[in-house]
């Protein structure tokens, strides 16, 4: 069988005045993602992980924060055009393992939603997906609370 992987991250500033989206899930928190897209880290680093799998570049590429189309683009469309691209080319999602850095909101009650609204997006089922919370211990931008860090690592198996 062949196989890839990939690995993505992303980091995004928390600002006032913009919803907070995880996953494809909307936290209720004061504070939301500052972004192009609707800055959602986690869907923004599972579809890097995705495309470096296949040496495909990152989402930039695709969905470039210069294009006025993507403002304010529900990220779970652009993953679902990545799969798209990834399953076009013969490959299909073994599993992915994320975690979320981020010192509040508390992830663990939206984690299982999050898991579950990646996988239907991606068609795949959700035990192929593992979603997991740390915080950073208060150190650096987002241990003070400037931001929510994503890290993704993709196994594709090719059909």
């Known amino acids: 069988m062949n196989i890839r992987i990939g690995n993505g991250y992303d980091i995004h500033q928390l600002v006032t005045g913009r919803p907070l989206i995880l996953g494809g899930v909307e936290l209720e928190h004061p504070l939301g993602l500052l972004g192009h897209s609707d800055a959602d880290v986690l869907t923004h680093a599972i579809m890097d992980a995705l495309l470096g799998a296949l040496s495909l570049g990152d989402i930039g590429h695709y969905f470039p924060p210069s294009d006025p189309q993507w403002a304010g683009a529900d990220s779970q469309v652009l993953l679902k055009n990545v799969a798209e691209l990834i399953y076009s080319r013969g490959w299909q999602v073994g599993n992915i393992d994320a975690v979320v850095v981020a010192e509040r909101p508390?992830?663990?009650?939206?984690?299982?939603?999050?898991?579950?609204?990646?996988?239907?997006?991606?068609?795949?089922?959700?035990?192929?997906?593992?979603?997991?919370?740390?915080?950073?211990?208060?150190?650096?931008?987002?241990?003070?609370?400037?931001?929510?860090?994503?890290?993704?690592?993709?196994?594709?198996q090719q059909r």
């Open 106 to 156: 508390k992830l663990k009650p939206y984690l299982a939603q999050m898991r579950d609204r990646l996988a239907a997006t991606l068609g795949i089922t959700g035990d192929q997906i593992s979603i997991k919370a740390t915080t950073n211990e208060k150190l650096g931008p987002v241990g003070r609370e400037e931001g929510i860090a994503a890290y993704a690592v993709a196994l594709l």
